[in-house]
């Protein structure tokens, strides 16, 4: 967006550009890519998987080397090791890892009902809010029919929930894609993702972040005869899919893996032995 055509509008979330672009939605999309997490999902025959990185917060210290003074700038999700950036003669940024976090508690996977999950990938923070509202109305609906929300209804509430947000001037969009997933007892396994426009959409495979546009086609090439995905060829599909996108081969800690079977329908993570064994499985057969 240059200034020129840009200037002013992106002031409110309720005013449109001259092109009819509503800035301050498009920057919600950025920021879902400036968290620096790419997730994937894949929808198998009788199940549903995403897979996301795990990365953990880590604080960011300016020092002035003029004034000698040490500034808390950040807290943000970004690499994991130790990195020094010159901004300025002045200024170096220092960025330092919590060796007492407990890492185990550091998660983009929410179970919304016993049978829903969501992924969150974006701004932790827009995730739980979101997530905590998803789990009210879910419960709500379950109070008022006697039975569990279906997993279309939640993804459509979440949408519906996005879009009033870009119509108010004293509300922002949530910088989060949400990927929704559970076993439909009508309409077998189901895959959803939302947007901070408020769009959702159903899908065979989806991918969200940094780095989606690449992953899509990845995705696209692995599901282009329609292929009926059994449960461990849908969890691999999903991990080779991440791994092969950001070059990397990961260590079962350093990933996120939630599932739905149509065996119980429950929505879980998986434990890092379980995605140690997918994994190995990826590798052999590579």
């Known amino acids: 967006m240059s200034r020129g055509t840009g200037?002013?509008?992106?002031?409110?979330?309720?005013?449109?550009?001259?092109?009819?672009?509503?800035?301050?939605?498009?920057y919600a999309f950025k920021a879902v890519k400036s968290a620096g997490v790419t997730s994937i999902g894949v929808r198998g025959k009788d199940s549903v998987c995403v897979v996301t990185q795990k990365k953990?917060?880590?604080?960011?210290?300016?020092?002035?080397?003029?004034?000698?003074?040490?500034?808390a700038v950040y807290t943000a999700i970004r690499d994991q090791e130790r990195r020094l950036i010159c901004l300025a003669p002045c200024d170096v940024i220092l960025i330092l890892q919590d060796k007492l976090l407990d890492h185990t508690s550091v998660t983009h996977l929410f179970p919304i009902t016993k049978y829903i999950g969501l992924l969150a990938t974006g701004l932790t923070a827009d995730a739980r809010s979101l997530?905590?509202?998803?789990?009210?109305?879910?419960a709500e609906f379950r109070f008022k029919w006697g039975y569990e929300m279906p997993v279309d209804v939640l993804a459509k509430w979440i949408a519906d929930k996005a879009q009033v947000y870009t119509q108010h001037a004293y509300m922002r969009p949530l910088g989060v894609v949400a990927m929704v997933l559970g076993y439909d007892e009508e309409k077998n396994a189901q895959l959803f993702k939302c947007d901070p426009a408020g769009h959702f959409f159903g899908h065979k495979a989806t991918?969200?972040?940094?780095?989606?546009?690449?992953?899509i086609n990845f995705?696209?090439?692995?599901?282009?005869?329609?292929?009926?995905?059994?449960?461990?060829?849908?969890?691999?599909?999903?991990?080779?899919a991440l791994q092969s996108v950001l070059?990397?081969?990961?260590?079962?800690t350093e990933i996120e893996v939630g599932v739905v079977r149509k065996d119980d329908r429950v929505f879980r993570a998986l434990t890092t032995e379980e995605i140690d064994q997918h994994l190995t499985a990826i590798s052999e057969r590579d």
């Open 219 to 240: 995705l696209e090439k692995k599901m282009k005869d329609d292929p009926q995905f059994s449960y461990e060829e849908t969890v691999q599909i999903a991990i080779s």
């Open 131 to 138: 997530v905590y509202q998803a789990r009210n109305e879910a």
């Open 56 to 71: 953990v917060p880590v604080s960011s210290l300016r020092f002035d080397l003029k004034r000698s003074r040490l500034y």
């Open 207 to 215: 991918s969200a972040g940094l780095k989606e546009q690449e992953a």
């Open 7 to 26: 200037a002013g509008y992106d002031r409110h979330i309720t005013i449109f550009s001259p092109e009819g672009r509503l800035y301050q939605v498009e």
């Open 247 to 252: 070059q990397e081969d990961f260590k079962a």
